[in-house]
């Protein structure tokens, strides 16, 4: 009897640890190319494979998160008109269906990021040259808006007020935006729901771009993307503020189309994808007491490398490559960081975002 207990509870312990093996992913795409909005898939952290589970009509869902729940997810609905917006859609996390709740206007074109800390959502609107503050409860309401400015030498890229990246600091203390044109990085308070202008962040080099903003586990430190200088800029985080660390090539070509940052789970790897040119990731390698970066090694992918991401156990690697109409799949040697492809492409037409959820079946 004993033993048949002690194998039934083996059985159990088999199927608890395959089924966190599987989670929810969501993909975000541009619908201009024959997709219908959002899908929903369960990713096999062990083999790789991806299973297609529903979709959701959302008119450009460049960019989504998914709140701490694991049921809500806010998705902006990229475009250059009235229909700019922050749509709330509900999950269910076990299937993968999705509702759409409500589309909340952006007041600011194209918006192209949005993160939430639970209380308040923010989008950064990249023609709108802004980022809109929302407030989070019954209903979703947008409370204010902050803008960027201009200021970079570039008169084709920064000719006018563009904001790329808003998200929290690890304190829960602050917001920082990155204000692309100005190259520089912005500072806001949070007091509850409200947001409170802080200055600058950080400054940094002129013609950078400033785009996507990663922070290590400790809080310690944050790492900038730049589009347009393709570099990952290095600083150490403390109450609102960056100091400047380190500059390290990320696109060796000067194509000035960098992208996407982010690390490794257990904060030894950082990867960078780069766009228009020697299209591919570009891998570093981290000092966890100092930050700093060394590159170790680069990743050819398919066309265009828009976002990325790297599975909650750190053994997988999915890049949306938009202009392939797909997601390429790489499996992580967490040893050394190094990728390879796995050829197990999940086929999405103009796939630009993937973001995970834990499943809890």
């Known amino acids: 009897m004993r033993l048949k207990i002690l194998f039934t509870l083996s059985i159990l312990g088999i199927c608890q640890m395959q089924a966190q093996e599987k989670v929810m992913m969501l993909v975000g795409t541009y619908t201009d190319g024959g997709s219908k909005g959002i899908y929903s898939y369960r990713f096999d952290q062990t083999t790789g494979d991806a299973e297609a589970l529903d979709s959701l009509a959302v008119k450009n869902p460049s960019y989504l998160t998914i709140a701490r729940d694991g049921r809500t997810v806010y998705a902006v609905s990229e475009t250059n008109d009235e229909n700019a917006s922050l749509n709330t859609i509900r999950l269910n996390p076990n299937s993968g269906a999705m509702q759409l709740l409500e589309s909340t206007p952006v007041m600011g074109g194209d918006p192209c990021y949005v993160s939430t800390n639970g209380n308040i959502a923010l989008t950064a609107?990249?023609?709108?040259?802004?980022?809109?503050?929302?407030?989070?409860?019954?209903?979703?309401?947008?409370?204010?808006?902050?803008?960027?400015?201009?200021?970079?030498?570039?008169?084709?890229?920064?000719?006018?007020?563009?904001?790329?990246?808003?998200?929290?600091t690890p304190d829960r203390k602050y917001a920082l935006a990155t204000d692309f044109s100005a190259d520089r990085i912005l500072s806001y308070r949070l007091n509850g729901q409200q947001v409170i202008a802080n200055g600058v962040a950080a400054d940094v080099s002129a013609d950078s771009g400033p785009r996507h903003i990663v922070f290590s586990n400790d809080g310690r430190?944050?790492?900038?993307?730049?589009?347009?200088?393709?570099k990952v800029t290095v600083f150490s985080y403390s109450q609102g503020r960056l100091k400047r660390l380190q500059e390290i090539v990320s696109d060796s070509v000067c194509a000035r189309g960098g992208a996407d940052i982010h690390l490794s789970p257990d904060g030894r790897f950082l990867y960078s994808s780069n766009r228009l040119r020697a299209e591919g990731i570009a891998i570093f390698s981290v000092d966890s007491k100092t930050g700093m970066l060394t590159r170790i090694g680069y990743q050819p992918t398919a066309a265009h490398p828009r976002q990325f991401n790297i599975t909650p156990n750190g053994r997988y690697l999915l890049c949306c490559c938009r202009d392939s109409n797909k997601i390429q799949v790489f499996r992580r040697d967490m040893k050394t960081g190094m990728l390879t492809d796995t050829h197990q492409d999940i086929r999405v037409s103009k796939a630009v975002c993937a973001q995970f959820v834990a499943s809890k079946r």
């Open 221 to 230: 430190f944050a790492y900038l993307m730049s589009e347009l200088s393709g």
């Open 125 to 168: 609107n990249y023609s709108g040259g802004s980022m809109s503050v929302f407030r989070l409860g019954k209903q979703t309401t947008l409370t204010t808006r902050f803008l960027g400015a201009t200021g970079g030498p570039d008169l084709s890229r920064q000719e006018a007020p563009h904001v790329h990246c808003a998200c929290f």
